[in-house]
């Protein structure tokens, strides 16, 4: 039969239609077949754990951390104290204030652990002139608690832990027993949790590193018995990125993080050129990670009770170490960029 295009049967036309449909619903035009969800990543979910206090670069570190949380790449879930020293979480809680999330979690070990202040001084600086409630770091929640609970309320394989100070809380954590957050013990809610961790700790291929070695048997514990991936932004990785000089020329007058560097740099005979950048790398990673900053190897860290460490390849290894890539210079203008970074209110 001959149809003209001025003459198509009604009846054909019925019995066309549901086959059309059941065509696109099967084989979905092209434009549908390849259109990209659209919109930002979501943010890295992020406990950081310092020590905050033997070196400023911590301080770098969290200007950068709460850059990141105001730029949307960042999720804050609590800040935890590594450290003993009396002004160590009254510091911490300086910076969350003035960035304006004031009521942040911050925990503080109640074990034995490293107990250490700031040469330059700049931790009694910070808890003179700028607003905080915390008095001292013995008034800060249990950190293993302050872990367990954040943990509990996140969904599966999704926190990042960052820690650029000593081990300790992480030992203690691994350690934990269930409790009222969770029936789990900590290495098993670790497991459950926790995506990744990224640690500022260790020197590669070898050698003695201040974070592993000043509490060496948490950090032998910690990193033996760590059931999530870890990536470790070695101190060599950090040595080479130096900054600072910008932050004191330009930042703003009342930013805790210029005022940490602009006390410490004068008092630091080798820091004429900037401040090495160890925990601000490990950060950088951990919210926008390694590539193009860096390339990554696969292996095994491996711990000895003396606080030294080597480091064994192995694509199969659990561990992966950060190995240089962008020239060091470019990595410094991009970190302190974030680290003069100044809160919304403040413009």
Same mark, same amino acid.
């Given at each position: ?20 449909? !059941? ?9 549908? $077949?390849?259109?990209? *969800?659209? =919109? ?7 406990? @950081?754990?310092?020590? @905050? ?9 969290? =200007? ?16 935890? +104290?590594?450290?003993?020293? #009396? ?12 960035? =304006? ?19 330059? $001084?700049?931790?009694?600086? !910070?808890? +003179?002139?700028? *607003?905080? $409630? ?6 800060? *929640?249990? +950190? ?10 996140? #969904? ?15 030992? &203690? !954590? ?36 201040? &974070? ?14 760590? #059931? ?5 932004? =070695? @101190? ?25 560097? +602009? ?9 004429? &050129?900037?401040? %090495? ?22 292996? $095994? @860290? ?12 192995? #694509? ?23 680290? %003069?970074?100044? *809160?919304?209110?403040?413009?």
């Amino acid at each position: 039969m001959s149809v003209s295009k001025n003459s198509f049967p009604a009846s054909l036309l019925f019995k066309a239609v549901p086959v059309v449909l !059941l065509l696109l619903l099967v084989f979905p035009c092209p434009a549908q $077949r390849k259109k990209k *969800p659209t =919109g930002k990543p979501a943010p890295v979910a992020i406990i @950081f754990d310092t020590d @905050f206090g033997p070196d400023y670069d911590d301080a770098g570190a969290m =200007g950068m951390l709460h850059a990141f949380a105001d730029k949307g790449e960042a999720r804050i879930l609590a800040t935890v +104290a590594s450290n003993l020293h #009396p002004l160590v979480a009254p510091g911490i809680e300086v910076m969350n204030t003035y960035f =304006g999330r004031a009521d942040l979690p911050v925990g503080a070990p109640k074990t034995a652990g490293v107990n250490m202040g700031s040469s330059q $001084r700049w931790l009694d600086t !910070l808890a +003179a002139r700028y *607003p905080h $409630r915390l008095q001292k770091t013995s008034d800060a *929640p249990d +950190a293993v608690a302050v872990y367990r609970r954040i943990l509990a309320s996140q #969904p599966d394989k999704s926190v990042t832990i960052v820690s650029v100070g000593f081990l300790t809380n992480l030992r &203690n !954590l691994l350690e934990s027993g269930p409790d009222s957050f969770s029936p789990m013990n900590g290495r098993d809610l670790v497991k459950k949790k926790v995506k990744q961790w990224v640690a500022m700790a260790g020197i590669f291929p070898d050698g003695k590193e201040f &974070n592993i070695e000043k509490d060496a048997a948490s950090s032998q514990i910690a990193i033996d018995g760590w #059931p999530t991936p870890v990536l470790f932004s =070695g @101190f060599e990785i950090g040595k080479e990125v130096k900054t600072g000089l910008r932050l004191i020329r330009e930042g703003h007058p009342d930013s805790p993080v210029r005022e940490v560097f +602009a006390i410490s740099i004068p008092k630091s005979k080798d820091d004429a &050129n900037g401040r %090495m950048s160890w925990d601000q790398t490990a950060l950088l990673v951990a919210v926008r990670g390694t590539s193009p900053y860096y390339d990554t190897q696969k292996g $095994r @860290f491996i711990t000895k009770s003396d606080g030294t460490n080597g480091w064994q390849e192995d #694509p199969a290894g659990p561990h992966t170490r950060l190995i240089r890539k962008m020239p060091p210079e470019r990595v410094a203008q991009e970190i302190e960029t974030l680290m %003069m970074h100044q *809160p919304v209110r403040r413009k």
